[in-house]
């Protein structure tokens, strides 16, 4: 071979490894301009598209936490990818004569409930029939609309309701959706003593009847209110005060043992919170913080009645006040990493802090 020949090689060895290396390079450039072009078109969305753009696989809050079974799951957003439920079943109320129907609300396209829902109806009235599906936007129009089921998701249908109209918490508020953080909420008002129960031994949502951890997205109101849990009405309590005056109790067990945070800056603002209750252990989160924590000895909760939005056993008026979007118990103490977990899913959902 000639010299003259062994240089074209060589160049065109070196204009071969170019081209690999350019059309590399282009690829790359491609690749990241695609990933721009998702990223900008989420945050040109509201917030549940944009949390779905940036978390397309794994999102659900239950998926994530993984081998880790809740007790009870209630949210206005899906929590499993695998979950085909409702979201709630409510009510419409209009004034006048005439029945008002019920229906199942459905999650929208973006795994939430909002006005673009679609409902089932359950119990016809109104010019509605059994089993009609129209959008829930449709449903309410310009009328009230009250919970009357708050399905569960963990897969155990451990549903809490209310059958009685005037203790029902509500959805829709004249025409408008309940939102907190732009986002569906569900309104619970003291002077209605409004309230969402189930028949749920305490032995069976926790470990030895007080084990466990309770993660919730829920604005903190003021006075004398209970937020969920168990209670006789005396001193047998897995409980919260969300708040109670300007602080945050958490009590556990039989003769209980409480443990307090003062969360005054968080009155009507959507916080996440863990509450965890273990062997000599208690633990209050706030954000993805830990604020509480104690080494209590504790006895075992013997109450049979959950309640969500209130704890009607106290004497008085004890009802949360402000809105509540999501309530899921573990029958286990969380690590920080679990709740890590849980609180990154929530904040970018939720848009928390």
């Given at each position: 071979m000639q010299l003259r020949q062994i240089k074209r090689y060589i160049m065109g060895c070196y204009k071969m490894d170019f081209y690999i290396v350019f059309e590399k390079q282009i690829v790359r450039f491609l690749a990241a301009l695609m990933f721009m072009s998702i990223h900008f078109e989420a945050f040109a969305q509201g917030p549940q598209q944009m949390f779905w753009a940036l978390n397309s696989s794994n999102t659900y809050l239950l998926d994530q936490i993984g081998s880790t079974t809740a007790s009870v799951a209630y949210s206005v957003r899906k929590l499993r990818k695998n979950y085909t439920g409702f979201a709630m079943r409510v009510r419409l109320e209009r004034p006048g004569a005439g029945a008002n129907p019920e229906g199942d609300v459905a999650f929208d396209a973006n795994g939430v409930v909002s006005e673009n829902s679609t409902i089932r109806i359950t119990s016809s009235g109104r010019g509605f029939s059994v089993g009609d599906e129209v959008l829930f936007s449709t449903f309410y129009s310009?009328?009230?609309?009250?919970?009357?089921?708050?399905?569960?998701?963990?897969?155990?249908?451990?549903?809490?309701?209310?059958?009685?109209?005037?203790?029902?918490?509500?959805?829709?508020?004249?025409g408008t959706l309940e939102t907190s953080n732009s986002i569906a909420s569900i309104r619970?008002?003291?002077?209605?003593?409004?309230?969402?129960?189930?028949?749920?031994?305490?032995?069976?949502?926790?470990?030895?009847?007080?084990?466990?951890?309770?993660?919730?997205?829920s604005e903190a109101s003021t006075g004398n209110?209970?937020?969920?849990?168990?209670?006789?009405?005396?001193?047998?309590?897995?409980?919260a005060h969300i708040n109670e005056g300007n602080n945050l109790y958490f009590d556990v067990g039989n003769s209980y043992t409480r443990l307090s945070y003062n969360n005054s800056a968080s009155i009507g603002n959507l916080r996440t919170y863990a509450l965890v209750a273990g062997n000599s252990l208690m633990e209050i989160w706030l954000?993805?913080?830990?604020?509480?924590?104690?080494?209590?000895?504790?006895?075992?909760?013997?109450?049979?009645?959950?309640?969500?939005?209130?704890?009607?056993?106290?004497?008085?008026?004890w009802h949360h006040n402000n809105d509540q979007s999501e309530i899921v118990i573990?029958?286990?103490?969380?690590?920080?990493?679990?709740?890590?977990?849980?609180?990154?899913?929530?904040?970018?959902?939720?848009?928390?802090?």
């Open positions: 310009t009328s009230n609309v009250w919970v009357t089921i708050w399905y569960d998701q963990s897969g155990n249908n451990r549903h809490v309701s209310q059958s009685t109209p005037g203790q029902q918490p509500r959805i829709v508020n004249l619970f008002i003291n002077a209605n003593e409004t309230v969402l129960t189930a028949t749920i031994p305490s032995s069976t949502m926790f470990g030895s009847g007080y084990i466990g951890t309770a993660s919730l997205v209110t209970s937020s969920f849990g168990y209670s006789d009405g005396g001193s047998n309590r897995w409980q954000s993805g913080t830990r604020v509480a924590n104690s080494t209590p000895s504790m006895s075992a909760s013997t109450t049979n009645t959950f309640y969500v939005g209130g704890i009607p056993p106290f004497s008085g008026r573990f029958p286990k103490v969380l690590t920080a990493g679990e709740i890590g977990v849980l609180n990154r899913n929530q904040k970018d959902f939720y848009g928390t802090p």
